[in-house]
């Protein structure tokens, strides 16, 4: 008891000294504070990265820095069209942001992905910028600020790039490759889940912030209307169990027209039947990792199945269905730190074209298959949310075990993540803050609303 209050104790001091300040104010927290080695950009704060701080914030009554937080990356987003195709497009929010000095003045400095490796787009910062505002207002009530106009334009700028132009015929959003927290090549172009549960999470945190005007009323429209035809999408056919195999095992191909069974063209070679009929437990099932023309990818991705069941983007019976299988394939996604980013891992051939031969991203390694503290957040609202809580116990007990004598790495490696990730950063403040927020959100239930959604009626 006093080794885990200490840990806490330890956890929220190393919180408190990743805030970074700007004219005084505190406005995020900074993605690493390792001593050992070059900071390249884990010394800006990533909006991603935020959230799970911002989100203890708030639990503990300091909401100031989530405002301020929020007032700042609002400001960083383009407002108006530019024909200059290097500048960023209208709507978004960069994916970090770092306080410099210029002219002896402090300056904010947003990257947008250009500075990044391999420029990967931030589309998810936009949705989590959503799903943080609706998180704020849930829990100050201050919808004051939600409702000013430069935060009501943000959030139209944001639908707008989601909703209104675009070159798909599907409910989902159109995505390049490593949009979201897997920011390097994986295979994640088009449709991936991860960034499809995040799409619909702040589809009903917009619903719920947009003031009904005149000028929102077009939005409020469009985005209502996308969320039925999403959810029976994403809970038909992105769905995985064993029963849904049976069918796509017999699946005709070939076939033309609107009401055909097969309607992403899916040929039976492309899926590891017998493994995954192996590894799929009776009462368990997943959300597939991408759906695309003749392209369905059954790699089992930890955010987007976690936030499909924080956000009730998945079934009841599914969201079931998904701890079902995480219960029984706990070594395979837990393992010895919560939890797998995607499993299994792309090795030999698929790794070298799919990641492009990525060092960083070999099997069992950093995206393609570690381990991230980070994820035992989500894993712990999941279960919450389900009423599984023994599940959440037993994950915080094994972190708890590694946690702070590792140095709150960034990220694990190997088939049970029983190594520190080989090029892991110490101090990551998100292994950090994900681990106050899976205690607070255990101690306390209430807590749970500030990300969480009922059935979209
Ligand atoms: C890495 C991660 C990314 C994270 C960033 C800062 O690039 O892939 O998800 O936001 O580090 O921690």
């Not at 420029?119 to 100050?140: E, K, Q």
């Not at 701890?323 to 499993?343: A, V």
């Not at 099997?363 to 957040?377: F, K, R």
């Not at 915080?396 to 993540?417: C, V």
Request: glycine residues 6%; proline residues 4%.
């Amino acid at each position: 008891m006093i080794a885990e209050q200490s840990l806490v104790e330890e956890a929220f001091q190393a919180l408190e000294d990743s805030i970074i300040y700007y004219n005084g104010r505190p406005v995020g927290t900074i993605a690493a504070r390792d001593p050992e080695v070059d900071a390249l950009n884990y010394d800006q704060c990533f909006i991603r990265d935020f959230v799970s701080s911002a989100l203890v914030f708030l639990i503990k009554d300091r909401a100031e820095i989530v405002r301020n937080f929020l007032e700042v990356t609002l400001k960083l987003q383009p407002k108006e069209r530019q024909l200059d195709s290097s500048k960023p497009g209208v709507g978004l929010i960069p994916a970090s942001f770092k306080v410099e000095i210029s002219n002896g003045k402090e300056q904010v400095k947003a990257d947008f992905g250009e500075h990044a490796i391999a420029r990967v787009s931030p589309v998810d910062s936009c949705l989590w910028w959503i799903i943080l505002l609706r998180a704020y207002v849930n829990s100050t009530k201050d919808t004051a600020l939600a409702y000013r106009a430069d935060f009501q334009q943000g959030i139209r700028l944001i639908l707008e790039l989601c909703l209104v132009s675009r070159f798909d015929m599907e409910p989902t959003l159109l995505v390049t490759d490593g949009a979201s927290m897997i920011d390097r090549r994986m295979g994640l172009y088009g449709h991936p889940i991860d960034i499809q549960s995040l799409f619909y999470a702040a589809l009903r945190g917009a619903s719920e912030l947009l003031f009904p005007n005149k000028d929102n009323q077009y939005l409020i429209k469009a985005l209502h209307s996308r969320l039925n035809p999403l959810i029976k999408h994403i809970q038909e056919n992105y769905w995985l169990n064993t029963e849904r195999l049976n069918v796509i095992y017999r699946y005709k191909v070939e076939e033309y027209g609107e009401n055909v069974l097969n309607r992403f063209n899916i040929y039976s070679d492309s899926i590891p039947f017998h493994t995954l009929t192996e590894w799929l437990p009776e009462t368990g099932g997943y959300l597939a990792g991408n759906l695309g023309p003749s392209h369905i990818d059954c790699r089992f991705f930890a955010v987007g199945n976690l936030m499909a069941i924080v956000s009730s983007l998945a079934s009841k019976q599914q969201s079931q269905a998904i701890l079902n299988l995480i219960e029984e394939r706990w070594s395979d996604l837990l393992g010895d730190m919560p939890m797998k980013i995607c499993f299994p891992a792309l090795e030999d051939i698929e790794w070298k074209i799919i990641t492009g031969c990525d060092p960083k991203n070999r099997a069992w390694s950093y995206h393609n298959g570690g381990n991230w503290p980070v994820l035992i957040w989500m894993f712990v609202a999941a279960v919450q949310k389900m009423g599984r809580t023994e599940l959440g116990h037993e994950a915080i007990k094994i972190a708890e075990k590694r946690l702070s004598k590792d140095e709150w790495a960034e990220y694990y490696d190997g088939k049970k993540g029983t190594l520190v990730g080989k090029e892991a950063r110490k101090y990551q403040t998100w292994s950090i803050a994900g681990y106050l927020l899976a205690k607070e959100l255990m101690a306390n239930p209430r807590h749970l609303k500030l990300v969480s959604f009922d059935e979209y009626p």
